[in-house]
């Protein structure tokens, strides 16, 4: 949701940890420090 964002859906499982890195890689800035979570790659490309 949200300006440049497609919906979408992904059958991977997914966590609330994975949503920093997510954002993260779609504002093409450095992982928050003590990143535990993956980026969603089907969101941030």
């Known amino acids: 949701m949200g300006w ?3 919906p979408g859906k ?4 997914t966590h609330m940890t994975d949503i920093a890195p ?6 093409r800035i450095q992982m928050p420090n ?7 790659t ?3 490309h």
Do not use: D, F, Y
Request: positive net charge.
């Open 4 to 6: 440049g964002v497609k």
């Open 10 to 13: 992904t059958n991977r499982t």
């Open 22 to 27: 997510t954002v993260a890689a779609m504002l």
């Open 34 to 40: 003590g990143n535990v979570g993956h980026p969603i």
């Open 42 to 44: 089907e969101v941030s």
